[in-house]
């Protein structure tokens, strides 16, 4: 079968490798459809800990071809999405129920073969069925959902609050649809791209600004801002230095930062621990998808969350590796990767 490879940082390849077999607890998965993920960018470039050579891709979904001894629940020809966390169980953080903390976590795509591939073989713990009828790259939204479900959690969002989320790409895009989910009555997203402030608007945003125009702390959060003195709740969606660091100023006294965006490992940011203490803000470190991912299945089973608009292109396995080498073309917000598309 055809696989992409990670062989080695800076180092990405499309490879001819042997069709996997399911283990006793397994399924053996045909892939409908592989999404690319910053974390994927970050993987080849180093900024991420993997373990190759791996075959990436965690945002996954597809056809259940056959089923180890000892599975029961799944049958041949289900449609499933997976949750690519595999926790040990067994450590201090398994056992309090954080198990996104696990010091064992071996995660599909990062640690172990992935998606960007025919098959992926994912334990049946993983699994969430899907309904037959989903379009097939409905089912790659779960994995980026489910973590977002988790930072909406964490942000603990009241009816009636106000939320700003920093990034217009598939994470705050999914934010903006949960923050108003949530009962959240101002929405506002930031973003430089004018195309995806328009599909903010469309998915549910009250208002979208542009950083590049001006100062975006006083559009904002100024006396004559959007939400003057700032807002309860704010999303980090983009992982870059200058979000991470508006994150804590656009919060209100008393408000909370959700850091969901994966920024580079070793990136440090500026802030003034006196404005967290004077204004008592929570900034808190969203990581993963701990519990989520069922929940994030039924919402894209049941249509509750459009996906549909923010898929920018699908590829084959073939273009894939030079995606993933690439940075995000303008505008774009997901692309997927089909096998055997074309």
């Known amino acids: 079968m055809k696989a992409v490879r990670l062989e080695a940082v800076g180092s990405i ?12 607890d397994d399924l053996l998965v045909r892939i409908e459809a592989c999404g690319v993920c910053g974390t994927d960018r970050h993987l080849f470039h180093g900024e991420f800990p993997c373990k190759p050579p791996v075959t990436p891709g965690h945002e996954f979904s597809g056809i259940i071809e056959a089923i180890g001894s000892s599975v029961t629940g799944f049958s041949v020809g289900d449609r499933v999405t997976g949750d690519p966390n595999i926790a040990c169980g067994r450590c201090p953080y398994c056992h309090a129920g954080r198990v996104n903390l696990c010091r064992n976590l071996n995660a599909i795509g990062i640690h172990r073969d992935g998606g ?21 790259t409905h089912g790659a939204f779960c ?12 942000a603990a969002i009241k009816p009636g609050g106000s939320v700003v989320v920093l990034g217009g790409g598939v994470i705050g895009l999914l ?13 506002v997203l930031s973003t430089r791209q004018a195309s995806r402030r328009a599909l903010a608007e469309e998915l549910g945003a009250t208002a979208s600004v542009d950083p590049g125009a001006g100062d975006v702390i006083d559009a904002i959060a100024g ?47 500026a802030f003034e621990p006196f404005d967290l203490l004077f204004r008592e803000l929570k900034v808190l470190g969203s990581f993963l998808n701990p519990y989520t991912h069922g929940r994030a299945a039924e919402l894209i089973a049941t249509g509750a969350i459009e996906v549909d608009r ?33």
């Not at 489910?146 to 959690?153: K, R, S």
């Open 13 to 24: 390849a499309l490879r001819e490798v042997d069709k996997p077999s399911a283990g006793a």
């Open 116 to 136: 960007f591939a025919d098959y992926v073989v994912m334990p049946q713990k993983q699994a969430f069925r899907l309904p037959p009828s989903l379009k097939p």
């Open 143 to 154: 994995e980026p959902l489910a973590c977002c479900l988790h930072g909406v959690d964490l």
């Open 175 to 187: 934010t903006v649809q949960l923050a108003r989910l949530a009962g959240a009555k101002t929405v």
């Open 223 to 269: 006396p004559d801002g959007l939400v003057p003195g700032g807002v309860d709740v704010v999303f980090e969606c983009a992982g870059v230095r200058d979000t991470v660091e508006q994150s804590m100023r656009l919060a209100k006294a008393g408000g909370t930062g959700v850091i969901v965006g994966v920024v580079p490992q070793g990136m440090q940011v």
């Open 310 to 342: 923010l898929i920018s292109r699908q590829v084959t396995l073939e273009e894939a590796p030079a995606v993933i080498a690439n940075p995000p073309a303008p505008g774009e917000v997901k692309v997927l990767v089909v096998p055997g598309r074309g």
